[in-house]
Every structure is written in C-alpha cells, then in structure tokens.
T-cell receptor
Framework: NAGVTQTPKFQVLKTGQSMTLQCAQD?????MYWYRQDPGMGLRLIYY???????DKGEVPNGYNVSRLNKREFSLRLESAAPSQTSVYFC?????????????????FGAGTRLSVL | AQKITQTQPGMFVQEKEAVTLDCTYD???????LFWYKQPSSGEMIFLIY??????QNATEGRYSLNFQKARKSANLVISASQLGDSAMYFC????????????FGTGTRLKVLA
C-alpha cells in the first residue's frame, strides 16, 4: 500500500534555481496539503487543495505555487529558491467525512522531502 | 484564534512504564478534531490516534490513549508500557471546521525511552 508518495526525497538547490516537488496519493482522497517543517517548530501549512480543481493559501505561502493536477497529484513549485526555504516538506492527504465536520479528518503523510538551498 | 500548545520539549521514560504527553488547545469552533502523530528519527509522520470534539469516550488505539478533557481544553497522549521503539518526536494537531479542515500543529515533544 503506497499511500502518499513524495519525490524527490532529497534535493540541494542554489539560490535562484527552481524546482517542483511531486506528491501523489492512491487513497482516493479529496483533500491534499503541503507543509514545511523547520527545526523547533511544528508543521506549517503552505497550501492546500480541498478538492480537485481548487487550491488555497495556508499559513506560509510566499515563494511557492501549487498545482492540483488531478485527484491523485498535488505539486509544489519553488520558482526562485531562497535559503529561507531550506526545510523538510511534507505532503498529506485526507478524506473529509461526509458529515462535513472536522472530526475524523485524518491526514496521512508522505515520507517528506529534505530540501537545502545554498 | 486557534492554537495548539505542547509545553514539554523533551521527556524521558523508563522502558515498560507509562508516560503522558501534554497538549492543550484553544478554539471557538464547536466541531474540531484532535490528533497525535509520531515522528521517528527516520522523519516520516505516523498517525497514532484521534478524538472528535463530540466524542463522549476517550479514544484508544492499542497502547495509545487520548485523555480528552473538553472543559480544560486538553488532549493528552498516554503511552502505556513504553518500548524503546517509542523514542520519537510526538506532535499534537487540531482540525477545525472553520479552517476548511486544515491542521494546526504544536511544536512537539521529544520522547526518549530508557532501557
């Protein structure tokens, strides 16, 4: 059972370079998320997609763009990488319950991408 | 404003003993979920347990239980019979309806199990 798959696992960029982080889920979930994790902090939401065709900003969206390519795939793009974007990036997915209530919105995470920007 | 607070940056526990990891939250939403995740040194985020705001009983999953005290706005994780493999970072998170089911996370507690 693959769950949520992220590629690549590691990446080193130079300042100003661009790259796309890929995420795919095989659980038929509607919602997908991108987080970043910095030392001493919990995960912070960058962007999310509540359903196919929609995307919204999270807490820390500056410097990033996203694409919900289809129901399975949600990519994160850094157009011009900066050292401040050195972090571990996690993709997650969830199926919001039919009741629409927040309970039970269990998010399942990929293994993460460790990104260094020099 | 929605907020999750984990006040214990690090904890030690002896193998086979129980340990409680603290989590307090703040929200005005009537409907919310509380979640615990484990992050071992390998880095992945592993879902452990969740509690819905309307659930009357505390959630349990094997050796994990969630001590939910709604009036005190706390959702502590209890790990019984600790094992060496429980050594990891533990994060508390909250999902709330007005936030379009987004999570907010606490800063985590690093647990070390001693042999």
């Amino acid at each position: 059972n693959a769950g949520v798959t992220q590629t690549p696992k590691f990446q080193v960029l130079k300042t100003g370079q661009s790259m796309t982080l890929q995420c795919a889920q095989d659980m038929n979930h509607n919602s997908m998320y991108w987080y970043r994790q910095d030392p001493g902090m919990g995960l912070r939401l960058i962007y999310y997609s509540a359903s196919e065709g929609t995307t919204d900003k999270g807490e820390v969206p500056n410097g990033y763009n996203v694409s919900r390519l289809n129901k399975r795939e949600f990519s994160l793009r850094l157009e011009s990488a900066a050292p401040s974007q050195t972090s571990v990036y996690f993709c997650a997915s969830s199926e919001v319950p039919p009741s629409g209530r927040a309970e039970g919105n269990i998010q399942y995470f990929g293994a993460g991408t460790r990104l260094s920007v020099l | 404003a929605q907020k999750i607070t984990q006040t214990q940056p690090g904890m030690f526990v002896q193998e086979k003993e129980a340990v409680t990891l603290d989590c307090t939250y703040d929200t005005s939403d009537p409907s919310y979920g509380l979640f615990w995740y484990k992050q071992p040194s390998s880095g992945e985020m592993i879902f452990l347990i969740y509690q819905g705001s309307y659930d009357q009983q505390n959630a349990t999953e094997g050796r994990y239980s969630l001590n939910f005290q709604k009036a005190r706005k706390s959702a502590n994780l209890v790990i019984s019979a600790s094992q060496l493999g429980d050594s990891a970072m533990y994060f508390c998170a909250m999902s709330f309806t007005s936030g379009t089911y987004k999570y907010i996370f606490g800063t985590g507690t690093r647990l070390k199990v001693l042999a």
